[in-house]
Nanobody
């Protein structure tokens, strides 16, 4: 089993910054992808940013140039640095870890962008 614990959500003003973190524990394969997804009210969950254990990254077009995903393989943590946030970034953000045939999700952390 794998457990994911997120932290760092909250209220931030438009144009501000916020950093989300996710710590993974348990039986984690050497080959896996970690990432962040989000779900806004009334919308489907969408991928925000992904990073492989080799450091390859992929971003949603809506966050490119504003968000940066990073990871610490030794600590099994993944972070999302959010900059120049917009009201449309408001959502519950979920950490995800994907291994061959298995997906694990965190409990989610609320991010609200509002003045």
């Amino acid at each position: 089993q794998v457990q994911l614990v997120e932290s760092g959500g909250g209220l931030v003003q438009p144009g501000g910054s916020l950093r989300l973190s996710c710590a993974a524990s348990g039986s984690i394969d050497s080959l896996h992808v970690m990432g962040w997804h989000r779900q806004a009210p009334g919308k489907q969950r969408e991928s925000v940013a992904l990073i492989s254990n080799f450091g390859r990254t992929d971003y949603a077009d809506s966050v490119k140039g504003r968000f940066t995903i990073s990871r610490d393989n030794a600590k099994n943590t993944v972070s999302l640095q959010m900059s120049n946030v917009k009201p449309e970034d408001t959502a519950v953000y979920y950490c995800r870890l994907s291994m061959t045939g298995k997906d694990y999700w965190g409990q989610g952390t609320q991010v609200t962008v509002s003045s």
